[in-house]
T-cell receptor, first 109, second 115 residues
Framework: RKEVEQDPGPFNVPEGATVAFNCTYS??????FFWYRQDCRKEPKLLMS???SGNEDGRFTAQLNRASQYISLLIRDSKLSDSATYLC??????????FGTGTRLQVFP | EAGVTQFPSHSVIEKGQTVTLRCDPI?????LYWYRRVMGKEIKFLLH????????ESGMPNNRFLAERTGGTYSTLKVQPAELEDSGVYFC?????????????FGPGTRLLVL
């Protein structure tokens, strides 16, 4: 079983739509949680950290459920520029990042 | 401020040859990480340097891979001899302090193709 599981997609949504991505992780001792964004043939870039209390950054909302070992990302009012692969990332008790395979989002006009 | 840089951007070599990848972290970042993405798989951790010391090398696939960070600045990752399954994108990342709360900044990656 993979340490971090994501639906690979692709999710094809029209501009203005709301889209949600989910992720589960297997190590209950995981300490930190992130969503990274990766554009085609580019490096991953941090989108936002994820906290149990939930956090919001503009159109993006992330949520963590430690009991269910579940992480979510909600994107509201999708833009064409949101098209990318979204990577769910956790860290165990060490500093290394554990990545999911990513969920591909394509926003169309 | 310059970001993480990697060289070369692409490398095509034959099986059995040697390739050396280089990473220059953001200036002042003591922590340097190597990751790899093989086609169709997730990005996987290879190793972590704190300055010139290897903090965690649990992700190194085998002894054909050798990473160094002499002087605690740039790092090299050498693959010798390269095998077909070594093909993929090798990312380097750096951070100022260790720990999950500190953002790791990634370089653009080196795309390695072993024929």
């Amino acid at each position: 079983r993979k340490e971090v599981e994501q639906d690979p997609g692709p999710f094809n949504v029209p501009e203005g739509a709301t889209v949600a991505f989910n992720c589960t992780y297997s190590n209950s001792a995981s300490q930190s949680f992130f969503w990274y964004r990766q554009d085609c043939r580019k490096e991953p870039k941090l989108l936002m950290s994820v906290y149990s209390s939930g956090n919001e950054d503009g159109r993006f909302t992330a949520q963590l459920n430690r009991a269910s070992q579940y992480i979510s990302l909600l994107i509201r009012d999708s833009k064409l520029s949101d098209s990318a692969t979204y990577l769910c990332v956790v860290t165990p008790f060490t500093d290394k990042l554990i990545f999911g395979t990513g969920t591909r989002l394509q926003v169309f006009p | 401020e310059a970001g993480v840089t990697q060289f070369p951007s692409h490398s095509v070599i034959e099986k059995g040859q040697t390739v050396t990848l280089r990473c220059d972290p953001i200036s002042g970042h003591d922590n340097l990480y190597w990751y790899r993405r093989v086609m169709g798989k997730e990005i996987k951790f290879l190793l972590h340097f704190v300055k010139e010391s290897k903090q965690d090398e649990s992700g190194m696939p085998n002894n054909r891979f050798l990473a160094e960070r002499t002087g605690g600045t740039y790092s090299t990752l050498k693959v010798q001899p390269a095998e077909l399954e070594d093909s993929g994108v090798y990312f380097c990342a750096s951070s100022q302090v260790p720990g999950g709360e500190e953002t790791q900044y990634f370089g653009p990656g080196t795309r390695l193709l072993v024929l």
